[in-house]
Structure formats: structure tokens, C-alpha cells
């Protein structure tokens, strides 16, 4: 299955997102942007209902950011069912739109997830017999593996402005992600430590203090001359925003001269380390399970081997035949 009701120019082509205008094809990525999403026309039609009111149960349990990525993920499946009954959806159609977008799979696997709940939710409403999308497998994603150095942390933390390296030595030290830790509140310190709860899943996380980290929020606090409620402020004494942060740290990585290094990056690092020292990776990024915390670990951590020595070989020769 192909987009349909595209805006105007924008056209999608060997996997990606192309705005044409006067002959000369502009690349948007292998995701349509946002700005282009909120101009595509939206058509009601029976599967659209269908996902609204299956959005609607789903909503309450799900964080903010979750709640963002699914309704991109509606908007896709509304468009590419827009031709289907609901009653008469299929696995093959599922398949279908599977195939069709194997090209960004990381994306076409979280529709598959929300599809499978809009489906399950039309079988609740007798609409469907059963859930045609509960057989089809997911596509192979690609999981980032790169960590950072120590160098290449301390050449970006040295090209950074003093706010942002507050938040780069907090992303470190808690583990969490970029957003939880933006809208750390000065209500959110207690006296056993830093107290999370995570958007995207809900989980509550207590990290506690270590000599470091009260060092480190003193540090962040005297940034400022007037408290505000979030401990990391922006020029409006608001929590600071995710793009404006994420600018700052590109500009830092690209004067560091440090290549492919994202924000997130530095979770990864989090974790990793904190299972080199010992310590309970899955319980600091709050995890139900080990499983999913590996995508952080193992296929960013180097296996430490030892090979044979040249003795043997040297005795073995040494033997007369």
C-alpha cells in the first residue's frame, strides 16, 4: 500500500519523502515531517472512526510521549485503510501494509502495534471475528549501537554552554531519558534522591543521591538567580525545550568535532557503565524486564577476550618426533 492524500508536491519514492518544486526533488527523510503531516487532507471514512474510538480507551493508559507517537502512527494506518471496511480487514491487508512500508521499519512496526489494538478493540465490538494482525511479524529493526568515549563525552562537554552541561552530566548520572530530565521539578528532590516519573511509560524511578549528583544540581541551581519550579530553566523560567536543547548539542558535537552522536546517545552510556560497575541497569531506566533494557547494553558493549599464548606453540615445537 502506497500514502495517500499527500499535500500538495510532496511525493513518496524509493523509500522516502521527496517535495518537488520547479523540477528539483528536495529529500524530507524516510518519515514525512511534521509540518507536512499536519497538512494532509483528512478523509472520514469507516476505519478512521474506528481508530478514534479505539484511541479513545487507549489514550488513558498511555504517557504523553507514547500518546504522540501513535497519533502519527493513526494518521498512517487511516490513510492506508481509508479504502478498507473494517469488518473486512484481513492479515493479508495487514500484510500488505507491512510490505509496503518495509523501508522505515521502525515506524511501520509501531503502526503494527496500534493496529493490532484497533483491531483487538473491533473484535470487542463484534465488528471483527478475530484479530487479523495478531500472526504478523515484525519487521527487522535496526538498533543503534553507539556509545560514546569518555573522550568524546569530555570534547562535547567542553564546547557546551554552561546549561547544557548540566544536562549532559545529568542525562549520565540518572539514566533517564532527555525529556524526563528537562522537566526535572525542584519538587522532584528529595531527601533520598531524584524522583522520576517517566513519560513514556509511567514508571517511577527513585535515583539516588550520590555525592556527584548533589554536586551537580547545586551546580545547576546557582545557574540561576530566581527559582523556578523545573530545576533547568529557559529564558522564560520554564522547563527547557527538547529542539532548542538538541540544537545546542549539535552545535557542541560538530565544534567537538564528534560525528553521529545524538542526545540519546548518552542513556546508552548511562546504562552500559552503570552495568560495568556492578550496578542494576534495568531498575535505572525503569524497565520491566532485562529484555528491554539489552537494545542499551549488549549490542554496545565490546566482548573482553583472551587469546592463547605463544608458549604453547613454542613447547609443542620444541617436541622431538
Keep these: 500500500m502506497k500514502d495517500r492524500h499527500l499535500p500538495p508536491c510532496v511525493y513518496h519514492k524509493h523509500g ?17 515531517p511534521p509540518r507536512f503531516q499536519a497538512r494532509i487532507a483528512t478523509r472520514r471514512t469507516a476505519f478512521a472512526d474506528l481508530t478514534d474510538a479505539a484511541m479513545a480507551t487507549i489514550k488513558p493508559a498511555v504517557g504523553k510521549s507514547t500518546w504522540a ?5 493513526a494518521r498512517k494506518l487511516k490513510y492506508a485503510f481509508a479504502d478498507i471496511q473494517p469488518q473486512l480487514v484481513t492479515a493479508a491487508d495487514v500484510w500488505d501494509f507491512r510490505d509496503g512500508y518495509a523501508a522505515t ?15 483487538s478493540y473491533a473484535v470487542r465490538r463484534r465488528i471483527l471475528p478475530t484479530n487479523p494482525a495478531v500472526d504478523i511479524e515484525p ?5 543503534r549501537d553507539r556509545l560514546l568515549t569518555k573522550v568524546e563525552y569530555t570534547a562535547i562537554h567542553e564546547k557546551a554552554g554552561a546549561r547544557l552541561q548540566g544536562i549532559i552530566d545529568m542525562l ?6 532527555v525529556n524526563d530530565v528537562l522537566r526535572i521539578k525542584r519538587s522532584d528532590l528529595s531527601d533520598d534522591g531524584i524522583y522520576f516519573q517517566q513519560q513514556k511509560t509511567g514508571s517511577k524511578v527513585l535515583v539516588q543521591w550520590t555525592p556527584e549528583l548533589r554536586a551537580l544540581v547545586e551546580r545547576i541551581k546557582s545557574l540561576n538567580d530566581i527559582p ?3 530545576l533547568f530553566q529557559s529564558r522564560y523560567r520554564k522547563a527547557p525545550d527538547y529542539r532548542s536543547v538538541k540544537l545546542q548539542w549539535d552545535e557542541a558535537c560538530a565544534a567537538a568535532g564528534v560525528q553521529n552522536a545524538q542526545l540519546r546517545d548518552l542513556r546508552a552510556l548511562s546504562l552500559t557503565d552503570a552495568e560495568d560497575e556492578g550496578k542494576n541497569p534495568t531498575a535505572l531506566a ?10 542499551y547494553l549488549r549490542r554496545k558493549k565490546v566482548a573482553k577476550v583472551e587469546g592463547p599464548t605463544l608458549g604453547r606453540v613454542q613447547n609443542l615445537s620444541n617436541i622431538k618426533t
Design 16 to 32: 522516502a519523502y521527496w517535495l518537488v518544486k520547479n523540477g528539483r526533488w528536495q529529500r524530507l527523510g524516510t518519515e514525512l
Design 69 to 73: 507517537n501513535y497519533n502519527v502512527a
Design 105 to 119: 521499519p521502525n515506524m511501520t512496526n509501531r503502526c503494527l502495534s496500534l493496529l493490532r489494538q484497533i483491531l
Design 139 to 143: 519487521l527487522p529493526e535496526t538498533i
Design 172 to 177: 549520565y548520572l540518572t539514566g533517564q531519558r
Design 228 to 230: 523556578a519550579i523545573t
Design 286 to 295: 525503569g524497565h520491566s524486564s532485562p529484555s528491554m533494557t539489552r537494545r
